[in-house]
């Protein structure tokens, strides 16, 4: 999937960073991990409520899980589901799912049963690893649905932490006991007393690079969600590409990112977290920001990553200002664009030019550009990764690259691009696509780059609305409202205009600030029409001011707008 293109025009403006793609070493995560256990077994790379553990210990219990799984009749190729937030029993269920040679499966903490019901079937996860509180929610309504599926290995958030904090943890009430219910279907296994029984003898099945390697699913505006098989290519090549950015070293770097792993961004760091030997700070809950704060207190970071709305968050705990940024080399945001404002404040606590943003896709293992540390243009998307080409073309047809400045749809190709869709070949051709003699990925984000390889996200092509004949972004119309203290968070939805078929009228949702309502709807909903008129085209204007209790967002903080329109 590679691009035979020269540099591109811009390149050579960006001084140090090469376009050129860095080597992908075929060296497995398994291989990655034993090759650290064989050079330092002590070293810690997981910090996790107050608990710490070493590289060699992750990779006992993953032996050790690896021979339970095996056990349980899982064989090379089957589907490991991973139903969990943060926590240890992620990443030792990934390494476990990987030394068999089998591709694991992100399993939201937040789906419902019948969501539940529908990835386990779909990715045909023969093991699904979950937490015993959310299991226990589900576990009556999945049993008799899931025919295939083998057992569910069910885990405690405090499973790994000392005797002493258990008992602590049962006396304060701080994490109460699940009763699991009698299932008829499901075999259920209870991961702790089992693993510490199981024989740790090593388990590595070589993985070729061009196995998938994970089934992430990724949602759409209508139907059902598709799972993007990524292989071990890609996988690896996403986190090479992302270390050309920021001189990364093995064993000296603390991660303090609350991304979650069930998402591909929360995932990326987790894999460059393992690759360099960083230690990991895990928060299961990622709103749970004095935690968070606390965890970096005693354990100051060298990497952040975060979105825009956990970087606010952070900015309202005062626990955010006792941190130690001194050996922060970069603080990275992605999932939504962050307000140049936002950026100015972070920046006035973790240090000038450390703020960078990012932006992925699932498909595309994630990252696809990023603002260089230092040469950051905030309210773009920054520059492609090295390896990585990227062309904008006509929205229409996806055939006609469009000039400098001109927004059209953004499309990539480079070994962090998916294989396809999971058993929908319509859909992995539609999204696939040949341009120029090579394969791109047809992103659906309309974008506009610059002569100086920097680009801007104008929205979602799905997102984009047609008003009186002309184009209405509305990711352009949410950043300047931002600019208006009675508003929290926003989002611009369009509905089908009756009077003039083809058209749209432009909605606005709101969520108040707390001046907002202090002012009231009536008068916020006056402030803003003003607003709207003297700073946009009257085709932007909103049509209707839908003032809310709260704005729906995904699990990674991005406004939900399948919600929204739901």
Known sequence: MMTTRSSPP???????????????????????????????????????????????????????????????GVERGDVIGLHLPNCPQYVIGLLAAAKLGCPASGVSPLLKADEIVYQVGNANIRVLITLDQMFAASAASLDGRLPDLKA??????????????????????KVPRTVLPTL???????????????DNTRVFEPC????????????????NPKGAELSLRNVLSSVIQNETMVEYEIGRETFASVLPWFHIAGLSALFMGIRKRALMIVVPNPRDVKTYCKAMIKRPPTVLGNVP????MLLDEPLFKQVDFSRLKIAVSGAAPAPVELIRRVEEIIGQGKFCE??????????????????ARPGTIGVPLPGTDIRIVDAETGTREMPFDEPGELIASGPQVFRGYLGLP??????????????????????????????????????????????????????KLKEVPEIELSAV??????????????????????????????????????????????????????????????????????ALRQ
């Not at 075929?26 to 077994?41: F, K, N, Q, T, Y």
């Not at 885990?155 to 304060?172: E, N, Q, S, V, Y």
């Not at 932006?359 to 540390?373: F, H, K, M, R």
């Open 358 to 375: 990012a932006y992925g896709l699932t498909e595309t293992s994630p990252t696809l550009t990023i603002n260089p540390p230092g040469r």
């Open 426 to 479: 319509n859909e992995t051709n539609k999204a696939l696509r040949s341009f120029d003699g090579q394969t791109y990925f047809y992103t659906g984000d309309v974008a506009r780059m610059d002569k100086d390889g920097y680009i801007t996200i104008c929205d979602r092509a799905k997102d984009m609305l047609i008003v009186g004949g002309y184009k209405v972004f509305s990711v352009e119309v949410e950043n």
């Open 184 to 198: 008829k279907h499901i075999r259920v296994c209870a991961l702790w007393p089992d693993i510490l029984k199981a």
């Open 10 to 72: 811009w390149a050579e403006s960006l001084g140090h960073i090469s376009s050129q793609m860095p080597a992908v070493p075929d060296e497995s995560i398994p291989g990655i991990v034993e090759r650290h256990v064989h050079e330092a077994p002590d070293a810690p790379v997981i910090y996790y409520l107050g608990l710490q553990m070493t590289i060699g210990q992750v990779d006992d219990l993953a032996n050790r899980l690896a021979n339970m799984l095996r056990g349980l």
């Open 208 to 223: 070729r690079m061009e196995d998938v390697f994970m089934i992430q699913y990724t949602g759409g505006t209508t139907g």
């Open 152 to 173: 569910a290995i069910v885990t405690g958030p405090i499973d790994f932490l000392p005797g002493w904090k258990k008992t602590l943890a049962a006396w304060t009430g």
């Open 493 to 562: 939805i369009g509905t089908p205009d009756k009077d003039r078929p083809g058209n749209d009228v432009v909605n606005l949702y709101v969520q108040l600030s707390k001046v907002g309502k202090e002012l009231g709807d009536d008068a916020v909903r006056e402030k803003i029409l003003a607003f709207c008129r003297d700073k946009m085209a009257a085709f932007k204007v909103p049509k209707h001011i839908h003032i809310i209790a709260q704005i729906p967002l995904t699990p990674v903080g991005k406004v939900d707008k399948k």
């Open 309 to 312: 709305t956990l970087y606010q």
